[in-house]
């Protein structure tokens, strides 16, 4: 199935990197660095020099407590950015909940719909998606980010993320999406409580949502989870820039696991972590090998 998701993407026998442009001024990343549409192109283009296979373009900040965007000004963020970097070659994926930026994305050139929601927030999406005939991640999602941690409740968290996930693909099965198309999305940092531990049990038990047969996306970048896994002496949570060695980590711990694609802010040492992880699944003795 992963060789059928990555049809007309990159496909370098790994696991695949995802870096992450976001075009908003309110981004908890990094803080509007690339809300000019120029500046915005030429971080895309610098991410590919630094190995990223995809490039996911986002107009809609999805930090906790963000409130949502008009749907115009979503556009206006999103279709330039992506049109420049799509005609330089760049293989480009569109972070939006909303149908009809995502049909304005694919046209503008967009190989990959990443939506958030899981198609929840827009029942037209998956609609869009299958007509487009372009992968689609569908993400667990529990409700918008001005409410979403008041969600995080859970008895078995790896095993409510993967049911309600096959729910959600059987939902856009049902729409025309391709099954060959889907990628899911365990959605760490989203509806997930960093006491509660949820998002450590889905990395740790990453293999309930591989079992299930579809590739798996991981976005784990500087989510406030590793700021207070981090945090100082004084309980300080590190600042979400000083936690990128930390995602270098889980990408290497996802990617050696089978993950399809990891979701980052810096490239580079990511882009040498899956191939670290690619190097060490190509080492081991499939079973049976030696009689």
Known sequence: MTSAIVAGLPDPGRCLVMGVVNVTPDSFSDGGAWFDPDKAVRHGLDLVAEGADIVDV???????????????????????????????????????????????????????????????????MARVVAAARVPYV???????????????????VVTEVRDELLRRVDAVLAEGVDPTMIVLDPGLGFAKSPEAGHNWQLIARLDALLDTGYPV???????????????APDGT?????????????????????????VRVHRVRPNADAVRVAAAVRAAVPRR????
Not at 217 to 231: E, I, M, P, Y
Not at 288 to 291: L, N, Q, R, Y
């Open 237 to 261: 949570p590190r600042s979400f820039t000083g936690a990128d060695d930390a995602t270098v980590a889980i990408t290497s711990l996802v990617a050696a696991a089978g993950a399809w694609c």
């Open 138 to 156: 569908v993400m667990h999602w529990r409700g918008h980010s001005h409410d979403m941690q008041t969600r995080a409740i859970y008895d078995d």
């Open 288 to 291: 049976g090998a030696h009689g």
């Open 58 to 124: 986002g107009g809609e900040s999805t930090r906790p407590g963000a409130q949502r965007v008009p749907l115009d000004e979503e556009l206006r963020r999103v279709v330039p950015v992506i049109g420049t970097l799509a005609a330089e070659g760049v293989a480009v994926s569109v972070d939006t909940m909303r149908a009809e930026v995502a049909e304005a994305a694919v046209a503008a050139g967009a190989r990959l719909v990443n939506d958030v929601s899981g198609g929840l927030a827009d029942p037209g």
């Open 217 to 231: 996306l991981v976005g784990a970048s500087r989510k406030r989870f590793l700021g207070r896994l981090l945090a």
